[in-house]
């Protein structure tokens, strides 16, 4: 019998067995049967449609000693799929029979929603983690799942998705519920009535230092504490929170109450702001303690034992910004905590500030002055100019024909005249023609750094003495008959003046509110040291409220001015063309425009410092650059000009910080662009690196600024 014979002779024998009425009992036994015939006869039996992958091939053996039902039949024939690699997927009135590879993308069914599910199904579910985390338990579960199956870990909701065969879901079920439970890792609250929380950590923590470097394997409870309450927190295993919960117990009782002195150093409050503050503090807290228990008096508790607030003693040595504190071990632990609480770092805050005038001045003059004099007859005048008649004024007192040259001013002059003799007419004439046009810029920006809620103050001017008064007594010692004269001289500040104290407010401390005071002054006309000296002066008090970083304009002044003068004969003047030759008209025009900007940026960090600092460094060396590249050359001397170096190359040139505590942490500085040299050549100049400084977070990129 050939290889053929006997499959298709075998393909009988298994038809034949299983050839029965739908829905019967059957029992089922094959011998390398085609996994195609199998297919048949069990859609045969149970009515099932299936629709068969390409890859679906191979045979099969199935020894069978019993009959079985037709529910028990489908689930042999998936546990001989699940064997040969192969699994079933629902497919509408169908189901598809695919190697198990493709099953988790064929759409399985969702675990508990379909009912008589049999144990080798394919099918996806979702389990929600309440006490673990989904992600913890992903490489723990893994090995469970075959290579063709899914699991993963969805963060936001602590779930775990799972896609395989309904066996061993529900397998990994049962394990994810025993994982599942609440440990004993809880956290327990423990309140101090005598010992600072503080303390009492510090011990503690020093304790497990010890522990940790015998058994590094150990894994000590944590303890936080909370000074505000004076509480310690205790989180762990329940033996290891019940062996801290011991200690702390025995290290919280009560002291002799008696009085000791500690010295305690400050690192940002000052000492001697605070020491007053903090024995004030103490004694209303007594004598609050005192009313509310219903004891004696202040005065009378002080002359007791001891042990009350009102023996609290405070000293402020200045000289180490320290604070000499005693008092008894409860009053301690309270004045500490006000301390650490008081003595913080107080963040700074950059002031800039933009006065910009703009003016503009125009004038114009145009007249005649003229004269006619006859000793015999009528003499007639035009002198319509002032100036001209001051000079003739002078020419009359002295008798100088130069005097009269100070008629002549600025512009075009024109001087004409005939002599009549001593018997003729003589005639004068002089024409002024003079156009002025000038402007102005005045541009301050004045920048200040201060503390928060402290006063910073810049100015920058000149002292121009005043005279406020004089002096002489008369006598014959010389011959004006004046004897040790003088004068009382007072120098005031010309300039400007910038006053500024910030304050840093708000539930975010992104508001600052900010009194300014500030002035402008500049010297109108006058000599220094003289009477009639006059100065111009303008100021500005105010408090304002800006957000961070923010450009406000807080005070500006338009003065627009026209004066136009007109002189003229009456009746002459009037006269068409020729009437000019009878007027003087000076027409002067002047405008201001001055405004006043303000911006407050907050600096908390170090690199805020440093990304401000970096930036007015750079414009300043920059300058330089270009100051040494616009100079024409010199030909006496040589050697290059003073020049700023490299901001990176200063810095590396400061000591290091000074280490801090972790309860205020450094903040290490950026890593920034080296320059390539220092040399004064356009193509050295640097640039700042994008890691350079860190740029603000609340502040204005560099471009805007």
Request: hydrophobic letters at 40%; glycine letters at 8%.
């Amino acid at each position: 019998m050939t290889i053929r014979s006997l499959i298709i002779h075998t393909a009988a024998l298994a038809l034949a067995a299983v050839m029965l009425p739908a829905r019967a009992d059957v029992t089922l036994n094959l011998k390398d049967a085609d996994i195609s015939t199998l297919i048949a006869t069990v859609s045969e039996v149970t009515g099932k449609n299936f629709i068969v992958d390409a890859r679906v091939k191979g045979k099969v053996t199935v020894i069978s000693a019993a009959p079985m039902s037709e529910a028990g039949l489908y689930e042999t024939f998936l546990a001989i799929l699940s064997v040969n690699g192969y699994a079933v997927i629902p497919s509408g009135e169908a189901y598809k029979i695919i190697p198990e590879a493709s099953a988790r993308t064929e759409g399985s069914s969702v675990f508990g929603k379909r009912p008589n599910l049999a144990i080798d199904d394919v099918v996806t579910h979702v389990y929600q983690l309440k006490n673990i985390n989904a992600a913890q338990l992903v490489p723990i579960l893994r090995p469970l799942v075959p290579q063709w199956g899914h699991l993963a870990a969805y963060q936001p909701n602590n779930a775990l998705i799972i896609s395989d065969r309904a066996a061993n879901v529900e397998r990994i079920g049962e394990l994810i519920t025993q994982m599942d439970q609440a440990g004993d890792r809880e956290i327990e609250y423990v309140h101090l009535e005598f010992a600072s929380a503080s303390e009492v950590v510090r011990i503690l923590t020093s304790m497990t230092t010890q522990d940790k470097q015998v058994d590094p394997t150990n894994k000590p409870a944590t303890i936080i504490a909370d000074e505000r309450s004076n509480s310690i927190l205790v989180g762990g295993d329940k033996s290891e929170r019940q062996k801290f919960i011991d200690v702390i117990k025995q290290l919280d009782i009560p002291l002799k109450d008696d009085g000791a002195t500690q010295v305690i150093y400050l690192r940002y409050a000052s000492a001697e702001n605070l020491a007053p503050i903090l024995e004030g503090y103490a004694q209303q807290v007594g004598k609050s303690k005192n009313a509310g228990e219903g004891g004696a008096p202040p005065a009378a508790a002080s002359g007791g034992s001891g042990g009350t607030y009102e023996n609290t003693k405070v000293l402020a040595d200045t000289d180490t910004n320290a604070l000499i504190v005693t008092a008894p071990p409860k009053t301690m632990r309270q004045v500490r905590d006000v301390i650490a609480q008081l003595d913080i770092q107080r963040a700074q805050v950059l002031v800039e500030a933009i006065v910009a005038e703009v003016g503009a001045n125009k004038s114009s003059q145009l007249g005649v002055d003229w004269a006619v004099f006859n000793g015999d007859r009528i003499a007639a005048a035009g002198i319509l100019d002032p100036t001209t008649l001051s000079a003739l004024a002078s020419v009359a007192t002295t008798g100088s024909a130069t005097a009269g040259l100070s008629a002549i001013g600025q512009g075009l002059n024109l001087v004409g005249g005939v002599d009549g003799g001593s018997n003729g007419t003589s005639f004068g004439l002089l024409l002024k023609a003079l156009k002025g046009d000038g402007d102005s810029n005045v541009l301050s920006t004045p920048t200040l750094v201060t503390m928060d809620n402290e006063e910073a103050k810049f100015s920058v001017g000149q002292e121009v003495p005043f005279q406020t008064g004089s002096f002489s007594s008369t006598g014959t010692t010389t011959t004006t008959g004046v004897v040790n004269p003088f004068q009382t001289i007072e120098r005031k500040d010309v300039g400007l003046t910038l006053s500024v104290t910030p304050q840093i407010s708000g539930g975010d401390g992104r508001t600052v509110k900010m009194k300014l005071e500030l002035e402008i002054s500049s010297i109108s006309s006058g000599t220094a040291g003289g009477s009639n000296l006059i100065t111009n002066k303008r100021t500005l008090s105010n408090v304002v409220g800006v957000e961070n970083g923010q450009v406000l304009v807080i005070a500006g002044l338009i003065d627009d001015q026209i004066q136009d003068q007109q002189r003229g004969i009456p009746l002459l003047s009037s006269i068409p063309v020729l009437g000019s030759l009878f007027r003087y008209r000076a027409i002067d025009k002047t405008k201001k425009n001055l405004m006043l900007f303000i911006r407050p940026t907050v600096l908390r960090k170090q690199s805020d410092g440093d990304y401000y600092t970096r930036k007015k460094y750079d414009s300043v060396r920059e300058a330089q650059i270009d100051s040494a590249i616009n100079a024409p050359l010199s030909l006496i001397g040589a050697g290059r000009r003073p020049q700023l170096e490299p901001f990176d190359t200063f810095r590396s040139d400061l000591p290091p910080p000074t280490l801090q505590t972790p309860d205020a942490p450094s903040v290490a500085p950026a890593d920034t662009e080296k320059d390539a040299s220092d040399s004064g050549d356009a193509a050295e100049r640097r640039s700042i690196a994008p890691g350079a400084a860190e740029v603000p977070a609340d502040s204005p990129s560099p471009a805007a600024n």
